[in-house]
């Protein structure tokens, strides 16, 4: 099942994407394929090409006004209602409707089956092209002498059906696309910009990169930016499913399509059109829409032996009825019956219907799914391995301590040396240091030469002197004693940090984390789920274990440099555990990669963490609870949906072959309507998953 691909144009507005840049390629750690367009094209025909929503309920309007005289005419309507019209040339004109109907309304499906058989994908289209194919060149026979009754009645009402089934289908399907163009419309059509000092109305479209937008109490936000001036609280639940308004001050990321509060902000652009929040999400939806899972693919070799069946089984109905009775209107209309019952529409819909609809819906909440397969592989976790920094702790690192260890610097000048090697860091120890730093407005140093030391420290020279800045990790790789730490320093809470000027130490920072709200909650949750959950850090094993301790963690597992995370998640693995990995992102690639199911937490609105298969808008580990919960909750629903799908085919197909004749018949168009039913239960089904998400946040 194929989905029009959208992105956001100049003007912000959701439109359909080309052929040409609908493909893409996504690669994530676990070597998953490339995917293009043109290996979608192998994965499965589109049945719906070519036709949107509306033409189907046209073609149906016009079809079932068709239908009323076919009916009337009809000899069989006329014998079962007791009443008689005929007059000479009546079945001619029976011939002129029939025909009508079959090439108007018979047509997407007789398109359908050119598309399947040149995509050398048999399927559904060509079950029902099959059926109606039958049924009127049959009827066309009797018309011109064939002895028999025409089956011109329940043509007409079989493609009505039908084409209502597929109208009811598509726009079950289109709820997905709808969902993110509801999104798109929560952006402004005009937006006041200043320019030259005074405040200028403008259209959305002309709004670029760096210009400086007013926003004031409950406009929408118009583009991706930083907060200048002001301060406010943002609804950003329709983008993050954050339910409470976000503050924002001086410096903090605003989201396009957020609801200002009550406050008034100057907001510098930074992003706008295809380079926005929203349309990352929109691409990543996509991308993880187009790309099948183990399920779809499943359904999708069920689905295809199920065409098989029907066809061979229609073709021996119809043998076996034409030797035991001798009556070839009776086995073609038997052989009809089980081609039309036994389409299987009803699984072409159940897997993509709630993989649009969970995907969707996990964007919506800040779940952004980036790989299906490895969504679906959230059911089977045994253990999660959690980051330390910043996933279960806040990150921010503040410094505690600063201490020198000589007289011949102070504590101000240890700070001094710290930062200017630092300065050039990401890490949340050099924004610790930048920040104290800036707290007591001290000068900032140039340095040379920086080089990052990953899971050690950084290095520089600093007014012509060799300066490191660096952890425990420093000493051990260099075969060097660690130095003494004081005893006011408390090992279990406090991360330390040495300052080496020309290979000595002069002094040593001590920061402090803080727990997130929410870890200790996150932990409970996958007890109760039966997963095991771990501590990874590059810190000492006193901090280590005060932190897992404090949470109740199975274990933990500390001095870990970052190219060593991978190797413990294969450990692991190799005992048989199903592991998701944890963290922010950045210098856990390999270990995101290695992972059953890699989970980039707290990225922000900066969803571009590669190796990661889910990615978590929020920084609230118990986003992870949520995620598996919601990844349960789909595979059910998948599962609910395949037993309904197949349970349907293999009660409806001895029925619609006669196996209970005299007792009890199927007609081709009740084989229909019952087949088009089973397709709706499906959809209902689906769209159940969507009620209970939305009560778990």
């Known amino acids: 099942m194929n989905y029009m691909p959208f992105s956001i144009n100049t003007r912000g507005l959701l439109v359909p994407v080309g052929s040409t840049s609908a493909s893409h390629k996504h690669t994530s750690g676990h070597g998953h394929a490339e995917h293009s367009s043109h290996d979608h094209e192998k994965e499965g025909f589109n049945k719906h090409a070519g036709h949107h929503t509306g033409d189907f309920l046209k073609r149906f309007w016009v079809s079932l006004v068709i239908t009323v005289p076919i009916l009337l005419l009809s000899h069989m309507i006329q014998q079962w209602l007791g009443f008689s019209l005929a007059f000479t040339g009546d079945k001619y004109v029976l011939l002129a409707l029939g025909t009508t109907i079959y090439l108007y309304g018979g047509f997407p499906f007789l398109k359908g089956m050119m598309g399947e058989m040149k995509a050398k994908a048999i399927g559904m289209m060509t079950l029902v092209a099959i059926a109606i194919s039958v049924a009127y060149i049959y009827s066309v026979a009797v018309v011109f002498g064939l002895q028999g009754m025409d089956f011109f009645w329940e043509l007409a009402t079989l493609i009505d059906i039908m084409l209502l089934g597929h109208w009811l289908e598509m726009r079950s399907q289109m709820a997905a696309s709808r969902a993110l163009q509801s999104l798109v419309a929560l952006l402004p059509n005009d937006v006041t910009v200043e320019r030259n000092g005074e405040a200028v109305k403008i259209k959305l479209e002309e709004l670029q990169s760096n210009e400086t937008v007013i926003i004031k109490p409950g406009e929408k936000i118009p583009a991706d930016g930083l907060v200048l001036e002001g301060v406010s609280y943002i609804n950003e639940s329709m983008l993050t499913g954050e339910s409470v308004p976000v503050k924002k001050e001086t410096n903090s990321k605003v989201i396009a399509g957020s609801i200002n509060g009550d406050g008034a902000l100057k907001v510098k652009v930074t992003a706008v059109g295809k380079d926005s929040y929203l349309n990352r999400v929109i691409n990543l939806v996509q991308e993880a829409q187009a790309t099948k899972s183990n399920t779809q693919n499943l359904a999708d070799k069920v689905a295809k032996w199920l065409t098989f069946i029907a066809i061979a089984v229609g073709i021996g109905t119809f043998v076996y009825w034409f030797a035991s009775s001798g009556d070839t209107a009776f086995a073609l209309e038997r052989m009809v019956t089980v081609m039309v019952t036994a389409c299987p529409h009803a699984l072409g819909v159940a ?36 980051d330390k920094t910043g996933t279960l702790t806040k990150g921010s690192h503040a410094v505690e301590k600063v201490i020198p260890l000589t007289d011949e610097y102070k504590a101000d000048e240890v700070i001094q040396y710290a930062a200017a090697v630092q300065q050039n860091s990401e890490h949340h120890i050099a924004k610790g240091i930048m920040a104290i730093l800036k707290e007591k407005g001290l000068a900032l140093w140039k340095s040379e030469n920086f080089s990052y030391m990953q899971g050690i420290g950084v290095k520089g020279v600093v007014k012509g002197k060799n300066v490191v800045a660096a952890g425990p990790n420093y000493f051990k790789e260099n075969h060097l004693s660690l130095p003494e730490i004081p005893a006011e320093i408390n090992q279990e809470a406090e991360t330390v940090n040495f300052v080496l000027i020309e290979n000595q130490v002069i002094g040593i920072i001590t920061l402090a984390d803080s727990i997130r709200e929410g870890s200790g909650q996150a932990v409970d949750e996958l007890k109760k789920m039966g997963i095991k959950s771990f501590l990874l850090t590059g810190d000492n094993d006193r901090i280590a274990a005060a932190v897992a301790g404090k949470l109740g963690m199975d274990g933990y597992l500390a001095n870990v440099l970052p190219h060593n995370k991978q190797e413990k998640v294969k450990e692991f693995q190799d005992k048989g555990e199903v592991v998701a990995m944890t963290g922010d992102g950045v210098n856990d690639a390999p270990a995101l990669a290695q992972a059953d199911v890699g989970i980039a937490v707290g990225s922000g609105t900066d969803v571009a963490a590669e190796t990661a298969d889910i990615i978590l808008v929020d920084s609230d580990p118990r986003d992870v609870v949520k995620l598996i919960d919601f990844g349960k909750l789909t595979y059910k629903k998948m599962v609910q949906n395949l037993i309904w799908a197949v349970g349907y085919n293999v009660v409806a197909i001895p029925l619609a072959a006669g196996v209970l004749y005299p007792k009890f018949i199927l007609s081709p168009a009740m084989g229909a309507v019952l087949m088009s039913v089973s397709t709706i239960v499906v959809a209902i089904n689906a769209s159940f998953l969507k009620i209970k998400k939305l009560n778990l946040k």
């Open 351 to 386: 897997i993509p219907l709630v993989v649009a609809i969970s995907t969707t819906l996990s964007a919506t909440n800040g779940l952004l799914i980036r790989n299906r397969t490895a969504f679906e592989t959230t059911r089977k976790l045994s253990t999660v391995i959690f």
